[in-house]
């Protein structure tokens, strides 16, 4: 079936530009993550949707970082004011259910180039 | 804190050799551990999973508490093996995440 797919897949935007990244997570999956993942490191943390809420925002940087799930399914992150430092990979997973020991499923990821 | 290390950016072995990616830990509670990998050009995938005690692909992680360390290890590395390795922790829902580290096998 279908995984995660996210998009765009390359985006580069002038500094100051408002960007706004798509995930599709996998039909019925109730549990929808963003990560940061910047060069050379691991994902962080960015934030927690279940279902259309969003439970936990608290790895979002800055208030420039906004991001939805308006009924459940599709999510949207969107960076408002870009700046250099902003420049990364945004991975989105999804989950069947939210739980300890849950696998997340990734999307491809979107890699963002502020310039 | 809550702090996933992963002490090699980079181990490079000869196709045949054992591996052994190290991962080291930080947590209060009992934790809940993961190895994600990602091929080339593709995306990130889950290897394996402490709660679950399984072997894929030949890679096995046992969870040392005393020592806080969930080693990746496979006895004989293959060429198809050669990947970033990630070692996760799960904090309720939230994945903490090392560097990750860089295997080459060589043929």
């Known amino acids: 079936g279908a995984g995660v797919s996210q998009s765009p897949r390359y985006k580069v935007a002038k500094r100051g530009q408002d960007v706004a990244l798509r995930c599709d997570p996998i039909?019925?999956?109730?549990?929808l993550f963003w990560y940061q993942q910047a060069l050379g490191q691991g994902p962080e943390f960015l934030t927690y949707?279940?279902?259309?809420?969003?439970?936990?925002k608290s790895g979002l940087p800055s208030d420039r970082f906004f991001a939805e799930r308006p009924e459940g399914s599709v999510s949207t992150l969107k960076i408002q004011r870009t700046q250099q430092e902003d420049s990364a990979v945004y991975l989105c997973?999804?989950?069947?259910?939210?739980?300890?020991?849950?696998?997340?499923?990734f999307g491809p990821g979107t890699r963002l180039t502020v310039t | 804190a809550q702090r996933v290390t992963q002490p090699e950016k980079l181990l490079s072995v000869f196709k045949g050799a054992p591996v052994e990616l190290k991962c080291n830990y930080s947590?209060?509670?009992?934790?809940?551990l993961f190895w994600y990998v990602q091929y080339s050009r593709q995306r990130l995938q889950l290897l394996l999973r402490?709660?679950?005690?399984?072997s894929i692909k030949g890679f096995t992680a046992d969870l040392n508490k005393g020592e806080t360390s969930f080693h990746l290890k496979k006895p004989f590395a293959q060429e198809e093996d050669s990947a970033m390795y990630y070692c996760?922790?799960?904090?309720?829902?939230?994945?903490?995440w090392g560097a990750g580290t860089k295997l080459i096998i060589k043929p």
């Open positions: 997973a999804s989950s069947l259910v939210t739980g300890v020991g849950y696998e997340q499923y």
């Open positions: 039909s019925g999956h109730v549990s």
């Open positions: 949707f279940q279902n259309e809420a969003q439970l936990d």
């Open positions: 947590y209060s509670g009992s934790p809940e």
């Open positions: 402490h709660i679950s005690r399984e």
């Open positions: 996760a922790l799960d904090s309720n829902y939230q994945l903490i």
